[in-house]
């Protein structure tokens, strides 16, 4: 029994010493890459910042999560050499972040056609697109977040192809994101691009943090909307675009 016992004390020791060793490694690593986004600029997690890094940045920063996602799975004592199932997968995780996951981070916006708006300049036609598939990423846990969102515009001097919303949505949406920020973003860009009269932004989404963990609130969903120009002015407007998103959720 002391044999056992001591064994197990000379292997705790062992552990000990080399986590120690790992940890005083990693500090340093640590201060390069602060240093590193200290010099891009501190920028929120949901926020575009294609102007700031280039397409070699990227190349190398995929290489280098490749070893990070290696040494978190082996930190985790799952073997990335041997066990057939996750051998390769440090860079698919690299890829999957960089390329599809967290794409609107990285990428330019979207190349947004908008045509002059001829027959609707005083029109108070409500024009609403959705459900538009939504697949995010929480910002808290890195959790994905899986819903639809509804726009809703009233045009002002110009229109937007239906298949931009589409575009549109998904690259705000391919950040880490928390939803209440998210349809405030969605509503920024429909307004840069076309400026209209009003701008209305409805979402539904399951969040993986309350369904996987924590509470495990199996059947919640989040919903959330913003409201602008004639929609905000006027219940009328609101009330009708609500109206519309309720048929299309229940039929």
């Known amino acids: ?29 640590e201060k390069d890459i602060i240093q ?42 799952i073997d990335t050499e041997e066990d057939y199932n996750v051998i390769g997968t440090p860079r698919r995780l690299a890829k999957m972040y960089i390329h599809e996951i967290l794409a609107g981070r990285y990428q330019e916006p979207p190349k947004i056609c908008c045509f002059p708006n001829v027959h609707q300049k005083s029109s108070s036609a409500i024009n609403m697109i959705g459900p538009i598939r939504v697949r995010s990423l929480c910002a808290h846990h890195f959790l994905p977040i899986n819903g639809y969102v509804w726009c809703g515009v009233v045009y002002g001097e110009k229109l937007l192809g ?5 575009r549109i949505v998904e690259w705000v949406m391919t950040r880490p994101q928390i939803q209440e920020e998210a349809v405030e973003q969605l509503a920024d860009e429909f307004e840069r691009y076309i400026q209209p009269r009003g701008t209305a932004i409805y979402m539904q989404a399951a969040h993986s943090c309350m369904l996987w963990r924590g509470v495990k609130a199996e059947m919640s969903q989040f919903s959330n909307y913003t409201r602008r120009g004639l929609f905000a002015d006027s219940e009328e407007y609101f009330s009708s675009f609500m109206r ?8």
């Open 244 to 251: 519309m998103v309720a048929l299309q959720i229940h039929n």
């Open 36 to 77: 590193l986004r200290k010099l891009i600029g501190f920028k929120s997690a949901n926020e575009n910042i294609a102007e700031h890094v280039s397409e070699k940045y990227l190349l190398r920063a995929e290489k280098l999560l490749v070893r990070y996602f290696n040494l978190i799975l082996q930190t985790l004592l």
């Open 1 to 29: 029994m002391n044999k056992v016992r001591n064994h197990g004390e000379r292997m705790d020791k062992k552990v000990d010493d080399i986590l120690n060793n790992a940890e005083k490694q990693l500090q340093e690593i």
């Open 162 to 166: 239906l298949s931009k919303f589409k």
